[in-house]
């Protein structure tokens, strides 16, 4: 059974930057298709970037050029490294993997 634990989340200034880091834990790892989602207050959870497994990683519009997605299959881990974030970034930011979800991490970008 998978489940995903997410870290990293804070407030930071516009402009700055955060890394999120989430936890696997089950099987076939390396084979996982893996996501970061984002929710922000009031808004609907939103795909922020996806991991095929295969060396192919897709971006949100929004995010291109700013963040980057990275795994680490010997640790089982998934990070999300965010950078020139901006008020709009913020939000909880959820780790996926086969429809399971963590309990999410809160990012604030204050102006």
């Known amino acids: 059974q998978v489940q995903l634990v997410e870290s990293g989340g804070g407030l930071v200034q516009a402009g700055g930057s955060l890394r999120l880091s989430c936890a696997f834990s089950g099987s076939f790892f390396s084979l996982t298709v893996m996501s970061w989602y984002r929710q922000a207050p009031g808004k609907e959870r939103e795909l922020v970037a996806l991991?095929?497994?295969?060396?192919?990683?897709v971006y949100a519009d929004s995010v291109k050029g700013r963040f980057i997605m990275s795994r680490d299959n010997a640790k089982k881990t998934v990070a999300l490294q965010m950078n020139s974030l901006k008020p709009e970034d913020t939000g909880v930011y959820f780790c996926?993997?086969?429809?399971?979800w963590g309990e999410g991490t809160l990012v604030t970008v204050s102006s």
């Open positions: 996926d993997a086969r429809a399971v």
């Open positions: 991991d095929s497994g295969g060396g192919s990683t």
